[in-house]
């Protein structure tokens, strides 16, 4: 093999270096042996610039592909399940190298081929970029995987492989390459198509005689798309390999490297795509002054979305709607018309971009989200117009326009005004002396109970009308006098989870343009720099914590109980905090401890109840209540049990148990060691519940059935003569620290097993965290963290995490780690300087690994963070529910004849148009007249005054009443919402909000002067995108 220079030669070398530890010794012993499959390229006209990479012609006479053999006797279903896993692996790659020749050999190869030239060069070769290069990383890829299947019978290993063919930098280089050029590709296929008929002549040709039809399109997306399948693949497999196997650790650090490669490669193609829809926004708008600002570094987009703008009439029905593109970034809202989406023919090969023309944008600031109900409260001093149309007849005063859709919430109103006068009608029925036909008292409280399930019907109708309308509040030009005129846009999002998604990242867009915010956090290596508001966590308040008198006590513990509050509204839930209290413990000396309560349900903590303690609060655990499969291991389960509780351990060396049912805050049990020696640390697992002891004692507590934990049931575990510090809970096990060592204590036979985890005996470990298959522990001195393995309590990796903070104060050097925290893809490191230091680690099953850049927060602390909680909480599945009732107050569904095409209304936008008083729509929607109480959906209710104005927004179900209503509905306009269909429920989705909170003595911000920075114990609240 002849290498073209020695500058090529180096490339290689170093190339060789960034991968795995033995690439550069296999790569010079085939330099050596003159490799027949390394071939030094010709140079011609269509060469790429591809510096430092091999072309690697495979053939399949020596290099087959990989085929698994037959199955051998004697397998366990374990092995089984991997063998199927295999092959699906080896299908997978066969199947995608497969395709990556498709595009060389079937599109680039003739193209370059043609004569005369359907392209020219300069054109094919970006089009093309990258994709040799890939096709010869997973050639090789695929002669590695071959034979590690033809020995698989023998050594079922497969993960290091991936290890050392995806953990190249190379490969990283190539699939970015290809990433960030993928957008601009099909833009050139999309312009060739237009303006070259002989191209798109001869896409559709090759997409006519493929037997797949697959479009060119649709073979180049593979590559982006190749990381999340091996991850797939990778992770079936990891859960069908039992702990102790060898292919274990190497699986879940295979995890970790090709999480870390598509994260990358996925935020490249999320910046990529972002820069191109500003640049494609930036050349539609006529403002160059926007126009250069759109184009500037400056400029970040958050989100942008196609939604559809709905303008409604007087009684609610729809006037027009069209659809919209809507741009959301860090400082302003931008809404723009969709003029163009190019030829039907063009768009079924490539995704062809629409062309923009701005309709208004409007500064971030004064953009506001209103719901249903919530017109009253906006500001008296200026004019609303509804979609930027005022109403007849010139009363479009303040206050004067409710907001669409029209009338809705004043029908309510006017339903509950009726209900009143009717109750007040029936109590006088009631005191009539003689006896008429249809009016008696049944009939009277007949029309109650009507009245009050349309009062029901129509408050689900603005719950759902919320659930896929996002209503915004803009400013528009003044009027004549100078009053500020504000229009109200609404939009149909396509789904709840696009209307949560706008308003939550509205509310987190105007909180990183506060001055704690810009900057909030600051990175060493980046000299200065600072990230992109969206990329770090965004630092939300701050608050006081312990009454004046217990100032001087130190924090000590914090935890979340989640409790889901099903009066919170829909935005609400899209902006507050995790929903649930948050318990706060302090303590003096050893008799003086306190705990604060604080509610999560706003944006801003709220303290609710301060309880007194006899003794000082060393550690607090929340232990929610067992599940029936729990309660299988140690007895019966118990429905009546007594639900989620908290367990605070004293200085005392008692353990009080309290019910979290609400915030009273009732201790429920009392448990008390021997020794009376405090406790340190609590942790439970399963119907366990450990009590770590300052002699270097584990008490060890069990409970049935759901009932409380016995005391006569409790063993001890002596660890050894050192207090036990932390307590990390496991599937089937009990981490413990004991000075410089950790021992595993088996759940139910507490058998021990000891290994120590730092060098000096002096050292202890004061703090453990745990996700996937490692645990990162602190100790009590240095500025060092270390990672160990879970199975194999195998040491993996130490940072040092005094670098970033040095970077703001190079004299400290007394550093040392306070507390740990892993949430949401980050490892939080809390240090005595009150200083707080974020670290990327893989989210999924792997290794978590220090996987990139550490961050400093500089909204900081003026003490050691004592404390670093994680708060999180699913919001309600009623909330992300789709509805059949979409469409204002003339809208709803509810035949007899239900069929399951409400199914398919979970993908369709929320928006529908009825004519003549039938619904279009593919069958989503239904009507009928209204002919007797019986067809109205929901169990009767009383016509008692205190239930009369108590309407439930729960699930309706239906039932027969007595009597009848005539002529009730003789509007043909009139729509009833009838009962969702059962298959709703199968469709689950999932939205979880987080926070973090630290706590700790003041708070300043770094690099800024100091202007008396308080000393008071301090929450910092940092909030965390919504996650789907």
């Given at each position: 093999?002849?290498?073209?220079?020695?500058?090529?030669?180096?490339?290689?070398?170093?190339?060789?270096?960034?991968?795995?530890?033995?690439?550069?010794?296999?790569?010079?012993?085939?330099?050596?042996?003159?490799?027949?499959?390394?071939?030094?390229?010709?140079?011609?006209?269509?060469?790429?610039?591809?510096?430092?990479?091999?072309?690697?012609?495979?053939?399949?006479?020596?290099?087959?592909?990989?085929?698994?053999?037959?199955?051998?006797?004697?397998?366990?279903?374990?092995?089984?399940?991997?063998?199927?896993?295999?092959?699906?692996?080896?299908?997978?790659?066969?199947?995608?190298?497969?395709?990556?020749?498709?595009?060389?050999?079937?599109?680039?190869?003739?193209?370059?081929?043609?004569?005369?030239?359907?392209?020219?060069?300069?054109?094919?070769?970006?089009?093309?970029?990258?994709?040799?290069?890939?096709?010869?990383?997973?050639?090789?890829?695929?002669?590695?995987?071959?034979?590690?299947?033809?020995?698989?019978?023998?050594?079922?290993?497969?993960?290091?492989?991936?290890?050392?063919?995806?953990?190249?930098?190379?490969?990283?280089?190539?699939?970015?390459?290809?990433?960030?050029?993928?957008?601009?590709?099909?833009?050139?296929?999309?312009?060739?198509?237009?303006?070259?008929?002989?191209?798109?002549?001869?896409?559709?040709?090759?997409?006519?005689?493929?037997?797949?039809?697959?479009?060119?399109?649709?073979?180049?997306?593979?590559?982006?798309?190749?990381?999340?399948?091996?991850?797939?693949?990778?992770?079936?497999m990891l859960k069908n390999t039992p702990a102790g196997h060898v292919d274990r650790l190497p699986l879940q650090l295979a995890l970790t490297e090709l999480e870390t490669l598509a994260e990358k490669l996925n935020e490249q193609k999320r910046v990529a795509d972002q820069i191109t829809e500003t640049q494609q926004l930036a050349r539609c708008v006529s403002d160059r002054t926007l126009?250069?600002?759109?184009?500037?570094?400056?400029?970040?987009?958050?989100?942008?979305?196609?939604?559809?703008?709905?303008?409604?009439?007087?009684?609610?029905?729809?006037?027009?709607?069209?659809?919209?593109?809507?741009?959301?970034?860090?400082?302003?809202?931008?809404?723009?018309?969709?003029?163009?989406?190019?030829?039907?023919?063009?768009?079924?090969?490539?995704?062809?971009?629409?062309?923009?023309?701005?309709?208004?944008?409007?500064?971030?600031?004064?953009?506001?989200?209103?719901?249903?109900?919530?017109?009253?409260?906006?500001?008296?001093?200026?004019?609303?117009?509804?979609?930027?149309?005022?109403?007849?007849?010139?009363?479009?005063?303040?206050?004067?326009?409710?907001?669409?859709?029209?009338?809705?919430?004043?029908?309510?109103?006017?339903?509950?005004?009726?209900?009143?006068?009717?109750?007040?009608?029936?109590?006088?029925?009631?005191?009539?002396?003689?006896?008429?036909?249809?009016?008696?008292?049944?009939?009277?409280?007949?029309?109650?109970?009507?009245?009050?399930?349309?009062?029901?019907?129509?408050?689900?109708?603005?719950?759902?009308?919320?659930?896929?309308?996002?209503?915004?509040?803009?400013?528009?030009?003044?009027?004549?006098?100078?009053?500020?005129?504000?229009?109200?846009?609404?939009?149909?999002?396509?789904?709840?989870?696009?209307?949560?998604?706008?308003?939550?990242?509205?509310?987190?867009?105007?909180?990183?343009?506060?001055?704690?915010?810009?900057?909030?956090?600051?990175?060493?290596?980046?000299?200065?720099?600072?990230?992109?508001?969206?990329?770090?966590?965004?630092?939300?308040?701050?608050?006081?914590?312990?009454?004046?008198?217990?100032?001087?006590?130190?924090?000590?513990?914090?935890?979340?109980?989640?409790?889901?509050?099903?009066?919170?509204?829909?935005?609400?839930?899209?902006?507050?905090?995790?929903?649930?209290?948050?318990?706060?413990?302090?303590?003096?000396?050893?008799?003086?401890?306190?705990?604060?309560?604080?509610?999560?349900?706003?944006?801003?903590?709220?303290?609710?109840?301060?309880?007194?303690?006899?003794?000082?609060?060393?550690?607090?655990?929340?232990?929610?209540?067992?599940?029936?499969?729990?309660?299988?291991?140690?007895?019966?389960?118990?429905?009546?049990?007594?639900?989620?509780?908290?367990?605070?351990?004293?200085?005392?060396?008692?353990?009080?148990?309290?019910?979290?049912?609400?915030?009273?805050?009732?201790?429920?049990?009392?448990?008390?060691?021997?020794?009376?020696?405090?406790?340190?640390?609590?942790?439970?697992?399963?119907?366990?519940?450990?009590?770590?002891?300052?002699?270097?004692?584990?008490?060890?507590?069990?409970?049935?059935?759901?009932?409380?934990?016995?005391?006569?049931?409790?063993?001890?575990?002596?660890?050894?003569?050192?207090?036990?510090?932390?307590?990390?809970?496991?599937?089937?096990?009990?981490?413990?620290?004991?000075?410089?060592?950790?021992?595993?204590?088996?759940?139910?036979?507490?058998?021990?097993?000891?290994?120590?985890?730092?060098?000096?005996?002096?050292?202890?470990?004061?703090?453990?965290?745990?996700?996937?298959?490692?645990?990162?522990?602190?100790?009590?001195?240095?500025?060092?963290?270390?990672?160990?393995?879970?199975?194999?309590?195998?040491?993996?990796?130490?940072?040092?995490?005094?670098?970033?903070?040095?970077?703001?104060?190079?004299?400290?050097?007394?550093?040392?780690?306070?507390?740990?925290?892993?949430?949401?893809?980050?490892?939080?490191?809390?240090?005595?300087?009150?200083?707080?230091?974020?670290?990327?680690?893989?989210?999924?099953?792997?290794?978590?690994?220090?996987?990139?850049?550490?961050?400093?927060?500089?909204?900081?602390?003026?003490?050691?963070?004592?404390?670093?909680?994680?708060?999180?909480?699913?919001?309600?599945?009623?909330?992300?529910?789709?509805?059949?009732?979409?469409?204002?107050?003339?809208?709803?569904?509810?035949?007899?004849?239900r069929s399951d095409s409400s199914q398919e209304s979970l993908q369709q936008p929320c928006i529908s148009t009825h004519v003549d008083g039938k619904a279009k729509g593919r069958g989503v929607l239904l009507q009928y007249r209204l002919r007797s109480t019986s067809l109205l959906p929901g169990r009767p209710l009383t016509a008692r005054g205190d239930e009369a104005s108590n309407s439930?927004?729960?699930?309706?179900?239906?039932?027969?009443?007595?009597?009848?209503?005539?002529?009730?509905?003789?509007?043909?306009?009139?729509?009833?919402?009838?009962?969702?269909?059962?298959?709703?429920?199968?469709?689950?989705?999932?939205?979880?909000?987080?926070?973090?909170?630290?706590?700790?003595?003041?708070?300043?911000?770094?690099?800024?002067?100091?202007?008396?920075?308080?000393?008071?114990?301090?929450?910092?609240?940092?909030?965390?995108?919504?996650?789907?």
């Amino acid at each position: 093999m002849r290498l073209g220079g020695r500058h090529q030669v180096h490339q290689l070398m170093r190339a060789a270096r960034s991968g795995t530890k033995d690439g550069l010794e296999k790569t010079r012993i085939a330099v050596m042996r003159r490799v027949s499959f390394l071939h030094k390229k010709e140079h011609s006209d269509d060469t790429e610039d591809d510096t430092g990479y091999l072309d690697v012609m495979v053939s399949e006479a020596k290099h087959p592909p990989a085929q698994l053999g037959p199955m051998p006797d004697g397998l366990s279903s374990q092995q089984i399940v991997r063998r199927h896993i295999l092959s699906s692996i080896v299908q997978s790659e066969k199947s995608y190298l497969y395709s990556l020749k498709r595009i060389l050999q079937e599109y680039q190869r003739p193209l370059i081929e043609a004569e005369p030239r359907i392209l020219s060069i300069r054109k094919i070769r970006p089009i093309f970029f990258r994709l040799r290069e890939i096709t010869q990383c997973h050639s090789m890829f695929q002669i590695a995987l071959a034979s590690r299947v033809a020995e698989w019978d023998t050594s079922e290993k497969i993960g290091d492989l991936f290890v050392a063919s995806f953990s190249k930098s190379m490969v990283l280089d190539v699939y970015s390459d290809y990433v960030n050029n993928f957008t601009n590709a099909m833009a050139l296929i999309k312009k060739a198509c237009m303006s070259k008929p002989a191209f798109l002549e001869f896409l559709k040709k090759k997409q006519a005689s493929s037997v797949d039809r697959i479009t060119l399109y649709g073979l180049m997306v593979k590559p982006i798309q190749r990381f999340p399948q091996f991850i797939l693949l990778l992770q079936d497999m990891l859960k069908n390999t039992p702990a102790g196997h060898v292919d274990r650790l190497p699986l879940q650090l295979a995890l970790t490297e090709l999480e870390t490669l598509a994260e990358k490669l996925n935020e490249q193609k999320r910046v990529a795509d972002q820069i191109t829809e500003t640049q494609q926004l930036a050349r539609c708008v006529s403002d160059r002054t926007l126009s250069k600002l759109l184009n500037s570094e400056q400029s970040s987009l958050i989100l942008c979305e196609t939604l559809i703008e709905t303008v409604y009439g007087e009684r609610g029905q729809v006037l027009k709607s069209k659809e919209r593109k809507v741009f959301l970034f860090g400082d302003m809202l931008i809404c723009a018309n969709i003029n163009v989406k190019g030829p039907p023919d063009i768009s079924s090969l490539v995704p062809v971009g629409p062309k923009y023309t701005m309709k208004w944008r409007s500064p971030l600031s004064q953009v506001q989200v209103v719901e249903v109900g919530q017109e009253g409260s906006q500001s008296k001093d200026a004019l609303y117009q509804l979609g930027g149309i005022k109403r007849p007849g010139g009363s479009s005063g303040a206050g004067s326009i409710i907001l669409g859709p029209p009338r809705l919430y004043q029908e309510l109103q006017e339903l509950q005004h009726d209900l009143s006068v009717v109750e007040q009608v029936t109590l006088l029925v009631g005191t009539l002396q003689g006896t008429y036909q249809n009016l008696n008292t049944t009939l009277a409280q007949d029309w109650c109970l009507a009245l009050q399930r349309l009062i029901r019907i129509k408050e689900d109708q603005i719950q759902s009308a919320n659930k896929c309308r996002l209503r915004l509040q803009v400013p528009g030009r003044p009027d004549k006098s100078g009053r500020p005129v504000s229009f109200t846009v609404v939009f149909n999002t396509p789904s709840p989870l696009s209307k949560i998604s706008w308003v939550n990242r509205l509310h987190l867009a105007k909180i990183a343009l506060r001055e704690e915010n810009t900057p909030g956090w600051l990175s060493a290596e980046d000299d200065g720099k600072t990230k992109a508001p969206f990329c770090c966590p965004l630092f939300g308040c701050r608050m006081p914590v312990l009454s004046s008198e217990a100032q001087e006590w130190k924090l000590e513990a914090a935890l979340h109980i989640p409790v889901q509050c099903a009066l919170l509204g829909f935005s609400a839930a899209s902006t507050s905090l995790p929903q649930g209290y948050l318990w706060v413990a302090a303590g003096g000396d050893s008799t003086q401890g306190q705990v604060d309560i604080f509610s999560l349900n706003r944006p801003t903590p709220r303290p609710v109840k301060t309880v007194q303690m006899g003794s000082r609060v060393w550690c607090l655990e929340y232990v929610p209540e067992p599940t029936p499969s729990e309660d299988n291991e140690t007895g019966p389960y118990n429905p009546t049990g007594v639900g989620n509780t908290i367990c605070a351990g004293l200085d005392d060396g008692s353990i009080q148990v309290y019910g979290s049912m609400d915030t009273a805050a009732q201790c429920l049990l009392t448990l008390r060691n021997p020794e009376g020696c405090p406790v340190l640390c609590l942790k439970h697992s399963g119907n366990f519940l450990f009590a770590g002891l300052r002699v270097g004692t584990l008490m060890v507590y069990k409970r049935h059935g759901g009932e409380l934990w016995n005391p006569d049931t409790c063993r001890k575990v002596k660890v050894g003569p050192d207090p036990v510090r932390t307590l990390l809970a496991l599937e089937d096990s009990v981490w413990t620290s004991c000075a410089n060592t950790v021992t595993v204590v088996q759940r139910s036979s507490l058998s021990t097993q000891r290994f120590e985890v730092h060098q000096e005996p002096m050292v202890s470990v004061a703090h453990m965290v745990r996700a996937g298959g490692g645990v990162w522990m602190a100790f009590s001195e240095g500025s060092s963290i270390r990672l160990y393995h879970t199975e194999t309590l195998e040491h993996l990796q130490e940072i040092n995490v005094s670098t970033p903070s040095s970077f703001h104060n190079p004299s400290q050097k007394s550093l040392r780690v306070t507390s740990l925290l892993i949430c949401q893809g980050l490892l939080w490191v809390g240090t005595s300087q009150g200083i707080i230091i974020t670290l990327p680690v893989p989210k999924l099953e792997g290794i978590p690994k220090i996987t990139g850049k550490g961050m400093m927060s500089l909204n900081a602390h003026c003490g050691p963070v004592d404390f670093l909680v994680a708060i999180s909480s699913t919001l309600s599945p009623n909330l992300l529910k789709r509805d059949s009732v979409v469409e204002g107050p003339d809208s709803a569904c509810g035949a007899e004849d239900r069929s399951d095409s409400s199914q398919e209304s979970l993908q369709q936008p929320c928006i529908s148009t009825h004519v003549d008083g039938k619904a279009k729509g593919r069958g989503v929607l239904l009507q009928y007249r209204l002919r007797s109480t019986s067809l109205l959906p929901g169990r009767p209710l009383t016509a008692r005054g205190d239930e009369a104005s108590n309407s439930s927004l729960e699930s309706l179900e239906h039932s027969m009443e007595d009597g009848s209503i005539y002529e009730l509905s003789d509007d043909p306009d009139m729509w009833v919402k009838g009962r969702p269909c059962e298959r709703d429920g199968a469709r689950r989705d999932r939205v979880t909000s987080v926070a973090v909170i630290s706590g700790a003595r003041g708070f300043r911000r770094l690099r800024e002067a100091s202007q008396g920075a308080s000393t008071e114990n301090t929450l910092l609240i940092w909030q965390l995108p919504l996650t789907v």
